[in-house]
């Protein structure tokens, strides 16, 4: 969410980084990286080659007996062609919930044709019941979503909530990763480091800023916070940047590592509040990953890059109390793939991204998705893009 604002078939086809690294000037840290070892370069990095095009579904539109919107993340099983969207309702309009559909991309023309729901399902907790709304005790905000082919299941990701100066009374909610079934019932969860665990102090994520980027890697999960924890420093502003975490699991659950993540100065002069962070991630291999950088500023709107970044030789800061408290380590070295705001104008919330399937051309489809927050001033907008550099064998 951003700002704080069963079976059946529908067919609705709608129209930088701080410049120090490690305690070193970025230019030397780079001359230092290149000189590493040439055999050990990294492949080349992912680069869009076309753009799609942009669907929409209309706004709140019905579904199954529930009101449509809110997507904050989607996925797709490449066995089946099935996209899997999540929506962070919190009981506003229906329980936290995920939807199934297709989007039509011609695998030769590689032409965006057409967004369709094919179902609708109600997550539910271990005793079968659905997900509190939001403030009460133990609701969920689910914010990603991922299928995992291997076991035929779901990873889905839950904001969770905290009281803070501005919502007093609001219940601590504690973030999750949890598999749930096809069906939408609970799997398991897989057990998240204590430092992100949520409070009422000024400790651990902030409110809003938590689990938002979520996705499987070969091996492994990869999950970040959407902004910095209390204790690693403040959020970002036109003047500087900030830090959030990026914590790394093998298919089990064990915490591997936890790596920073710099996430960029506010584009923009807000004329008023902003919130900035990382809305989603997505694994291009077992190191490098796409982050979706989205900000949305008072007086300007909403404005989004993509960025590729790469976990190797980052310093692992799991067992760090806090990062603004100083001392030297590697955050994760990331590079500028495209500002989605030339894409589409206005730009919107966009919170989810998956990849698509392959073209005959040999490119990859990469589809970045909107939360419309079920306001009347934002859309539900899928944008679909060719890309290179993405990993094999997908399709």
Same mark, same amino acid.
């Given at each position: 969410?951003?700002?704080?604002?069963?079976? /059946?078939?529908?067919?609705?086809?709608?129209?930088?980084?701080?410049?120090?690294?490690?305690? @070193?000037?970025? *230019? +030397?840290?780079?001359?230092?990286?290149?000189?590493?070892?040439?055999?050990?370069?990294?492949?080349?990095?992912?680069? %869009?080659?076309?753009?799609?095009?942009?669907?929409?579904?209309?706004?709140?539109?019905?579904?199954?007996?529930?009101?449509?919107?809110? !997507?904050?993340?989607?996925?797709?099983?490449?066995?089946?062609?099935?996209?899997?969207? %999540?929506?962070?309702?919190?009981?506003? #309009?229906?329980?936290?919930?995920?939807?199934? /559909?297709?989007?039509?991309? +011609?695998? =030769?023309?590689?032409?965006?044709?057409?967004?369709?729901?094919?179902?609708?399902?109600?997550?539910?907790?271990?005793?079968?019941?659905?997900?509190?709304? #939001?403030?009460?005790?133990?609701?969920? +905000?689910?914010?990603?979503?991922?299928?995992?082919? @291997?076991?035929?299941?779901?990873?889905?990701? $839950?904001?969770?909530?905290?009281p803070d100066e501005t919502h007093e009374g609001i219940p601590v909610s504690d973030l999750s990763v949890r598999w749930a079934g096809r069906d939408g019932r609970y799997r398991g969860d897989v057990?998240?480091?204590?430092?992100?665990?949520?409070?009422?102090? &000024?400790?651990?994520?902030?409110?809003?800023?938590?689990?938002?980027?979520?996705?499987?890697?070969?091996? /492994?999960?990869?999950?970040?916070?959407?902004?910095?924890?209390?204790?690693?420093?403040?959020?970002?502003?036109?003047?500087?940047?900030?830090?959030?975490?990026?914590?790394?699991? =093998?298919?089990?659950?064990?915490?591997?590592?936890? &790596?920073? #993540?710099?996430?960029?100065?506010?584009?923009?002069?807000?004329?008023?509040?902003?919130?900035?962070? !990382?809305?989603?991630?997505?694994? %291009?291999?077992?190191?490098?990953?796409? *982050?979706?950088?989205?900000?949305?500023?008072?007086?300007?709107?909403?404005?989004?890059?993509l960025y590729e970044f790469d976990t190797r030789g980052a310093t692992d800061v799991l067992n760090r109390g806090g990062l603004a408290e100083g001392g030297r380590y590697r955050p994760v070295t990331k590079r500028l793939v495209a500002d989605l705001g030339r894409y589409?104008?206005?730009?919107?919330?966009?919170?989810?991204?998956?990849?698509?399937?392959?073209?005959?051309?040999?490119?990859?489809?990469? !589809?970045?998705? =909107?939360?419309?927050?079920?306001? +009347?001033?934002?859309?539900?907008?899928?944008?679909?893009?060719?890309? $290179?550099?993405?990993?094999?064998?997908?399709?």
């Amino acid at each position: 969410m951003w700002r704080g604002i069963a079976a /059946g078939a529908a067919i609705l086809a709608v129209t930088a980084v701080p410049a120090v690294v490690d305690g @070193r000037p970025a *230019a +030397d840290a780079a001359k230092a990286t290149a000189s590493a070892g040439r055999a050990d370069a990294p492949p080349p990095g992912l680069r %869009i080659t076309r753009f799609l095009g942009e669907r929409r579904l209309p706004h709140k539109m019905k579904f199954e007996g529930t009101t449509f919107g809110g !997507v904050s993340g989607i996925d797709r099983d490449p066995r089946t062609g099935t996209w899997f969207l %999540i929506s962070d309702d919190r009981w506003r #309009y229906d329980p936290a919930r995920f939807y199934t /559909g297709r989007l039509d991309i +011609d695998p =030769s023309t590689g032409a965006f044709t057409g967004v369709r729901l094919t179902g609708v399902t109600t997550l539910t907790r271990r005793d079968g019941s659905p997900y509190p709304g #939001y403030a009460k005790p133990e609701s969920a +905000d689910p914010e990603a979503i991922r299928y995992d082919p @291997r076991v035929r299941r779901l990873l889905w990701g $839950n904001e969770g909530d905290r009281p803070d100066e501005t919502h007093e009374g609001i219940p601590v909610s504690d973030l999750s990763v949890r598999w749930a079934g096809r069906d939408g019932r609970y799997r398991g969860d897989v057990r998240l480091p204590a430092n992100l665990k949520q409070t009422g102090e &000024h400790r651990g994520p902030r409110r809003n800023f938590g689990i938002e980027g979520l996705t499987l890697t070969p091996d /492994g999960i990869a999950a970040m916070v959407e902004g910095p924890r209390y204790e690693d420093g403040d959020p970002p502003t036109a003047e500087h940047g900030a830090v959030t975490r990026l914590t790394l699991w =093998s298919r089990r659950g064990e915490i591997r590592a936890q &790596h920073a #993540y710099r996430i960029g100065r506010l584009p923009e002069e807000p004329d008023g509040a902003s919130d900035s962070g !990382v809305s989603e991630i997505l694994a %291009i291999d077992r190191h490098r990953f796409l *982050a979706l950088e989205r900000s949305w500023l008072e007086g300007v709107g909403y404005r989004v890059r993509l960025y590729e970044f790469d976990t190797r030789g980052a310093t692992d800061v799991l067992n760090r109390g806090g990062l603004a408290e100083g001392g030297r380590y590697r955050p994760v070295t990331k590079r500028l793939v495209a500002d989605l705001g030339r894409y589409a104008e206005p730009v919107q919330n966009l919170e989810a991204m998956s990849w698509g399937p392959r073209l005959r051309s040999g490119e990859c489809t990469l !589809v970045v998705g =909107s939360d419309d927050n079920f306001s +009347d001033e934002e859309v539900t907008q899928f944008l679909a893009f060719a890309v $290179n550099g993405c990993p094999s064998g997908r399709g």
